[in-house]
């Protein structure tokens, strides 16, 4: 099957009236038909607006309901429209995003789009162990894993140009 007769029958199963399917393609970012993970990437970030000025903890424990949240919302999402991991479903990729952004020493395009780019990189690319994760672990916690251990790698990543540039 080829990857464009898989996106139809993603879109063919897909319903957007359904919030879960709704959330789980990023609001309807994921259904870009170029480049949906980093379309979703870029839909997360004014929706990272509405809460960043949260207290850390408070952050935290959104990011947390968050990913496990989308491990619901993927999973439900894979079973519903017969497929594993479809490129369609940018959950994860708000998630990385955001885990990324609240790294980012100051909001500011320059630091939102160095961010973006870190995160796109690592979650593009997926080199150890996020290739790993990603080919090995099933299910909704598996499709939201990678792009968690992707975050990780940009925030260490953005963390080390703050410092950097500080210097």
């Not at 000025?53 to 935290?60: A, H, R, S």
Request: overall charge neutral.
């Amino acid at each position: 099957m080829t990857k464009q007769d898989r996106n139809k029958d993603f879109k063919k199963y897909l319903k957007l009236t359904n919030p879960i399917h709704f959330l789980a393609v990023g609001l309807g970012s994921g259904l870009s038909p170029i480049m949906p993970g980093t379309t979703g990437s870029l839909m997360a970030i004014p929706c990272w607006l509405l809460f960043n000025g949260l207290q850390p903890i408070l952050y935290w424990v959104l990011m947390v309901v968050a990913f496990i949240f989308g491990c619901f919302l993927c999973q439900k999402t894979s079973d519903d429209t017969h497929t594993h991991d479809s490129g369609h479903i940018v959950w994860d990729e708000f998630v990385g995003m955001w885990i990324t952004l609240f790294f980012i020493p100051q909001v500011s395009i320059l630091w939102v789009m160095i961010a973006f780019v870190a995160f796109r990189i690592f979650d593009m690319a997926k080199p150890w162990p996020i290739r790993w994760f990603d080919k090995r672990v099933p299910g909704g916690f598996g499709i939201m894993v990678d792009d968690v251990i992707a975050a990780i790698f940009s925030s260490i990543t953005v963390y080390l140009l703050t410092y950097l540039i500080n210097c």
